[in-house]
Structures are given as C-alpha cells and as structure tokens.
C-alpha cells in the first residue's frame, strides 16, 4: 500500500482536482446530474465521473506507479483480437497518497496483474465492488469516502424516512482554502494532452470505463417479455 505523502505545493491529488473543480470538467446538466459541494451548480454526473477517473490513472502514470500500454487480447473463443488498455506496475518513483483514489486504482493494478487482468475495465469493475443501479452514483460515494479518510471532506450520518441512514459530505473551510490555492491548470493539461498525443490510449479509456460502468449496471427483473 502506497503511503501518505502530500505535496505542499499541490496537496490534493489529479482527480480530486476534478471532483472540487466539477464545473471545470464536466458540462451542466439537469438530467443524470450531481449537485457540487462548492456551489449550487449541477453538472452530468458520467462526466464528471469519467474526468475522475481518467485523471487519477494518468496521474499513477505519471508517478510511476504504473505504465500504460495497449495491449492485444484474444476475445470470442479466440476468433478475434481486441486491443485493450492495461496499467503495467512499475517501481513508484513518487509516493501516491493514502486512501486516495490514485493509490487505490495504483495498488489494484498490482494485485490483479498476476491473472492478467490489470486492464483499465476490470480495474474499474474491481473498484466498483458490486452490481448497482447506479454505478455512476456509487463510484462518488467511494470518491468522497477516500476523501473523508484524507481529511479533506466531513462525513455525517442522516436518517432518511426514519429507516435509512446515508452519508452526507460536506466540504470543510479548511478543504475550500486548498481548492482555492491550487490551480485547476495542471490538471487539464494532463487531460488534454494525452488526448492530444495519445489518441489511441484516450479513446480506450472512455470504452474501458464505460465498458466497467455497463457491466457493473444491475439490470432490472422486472421486464416481462
């Protein structure tokens, strides 16, 4: 497990850049929305959630936890090849933070590489846990849970219907100061210019975690041919 390590300069990681900077990253939306916890505003909750997620594996590439490569795989009984896109471990040469999204998809990279299974789909699958109707939806709450165990978000139980406790982030002073002092910049550069060099690589990390987001989707059993 990588442990803690904090860049005074840049204190919160890539793809937590993204999730306080959400308007940044992801357009307005009244349909399949989220509501920002910085403002009043609520962006497509797809977008936002892939700018994560794709920001987070670029930045464990960028440490060097790990290195993308496009790699060739056998699929349909082996009558065909797709090319798929996996995170190679390497040794880290800077230390993700703990509980940080980046770590969590870093170290997952490593446990499934022996099975051969380190693809950036199954990495996300794995990441997601279990079937939901809302993948989308779950796949923040894990965002905000890690931020929580960071320090960077405050978490309160809420009885719903008297019933349901659920979990409420709410963004302490302390987390809106360092949103405030750290560019936004950087980050969209890291997006921009793989999608700008690296054609190939971001076209498959929008099917890969689409790919993980489908198949973590719990269908409904209700339809009735």
Sequence with gaps: MF?????PD????????VFLNGEVFAKKATLGNVQLLHSDEKVSLNQLGQAI??????????????????QER???????????LFAVP?????ILPECSLEATLSDLAVRLKPDDKNDIS?????????????PWGAALDYVK????????????GVKRLKIFTETVYTLPERTVRLVKGQSVEPVKALLENCARTRPEVWKLFDSSIKKAISDRTESSDTDVD
């Design 10 to 17: 840049n204190p919160l990681t890539p793809s937590e850049v």
């Design 122 to 134: 199954t990495i996300i699958y794995t990441w997601l846990r279990k079937d939901t109707f809302s």
């Design 74 to 84: 056998k699929a349909m009984l082996g009558l065909r090849k797709v090319r798929k």
């Design 53 to 70: 997620l794709t920001a987070a594996i670029l930045a464990g590439e960028q440490a060097g936890a790990f290195q993308l490569e496009v």
């Design 90 to 94: 390497a040794n880290a040469r800077e």
């Design 3 to 7: 442990t803690n390590s904090i860049d």
């Design 145 to 156: 849970a890690g931020m929580e165990k960071r320090g960077l978000l405050e978490a309160e």
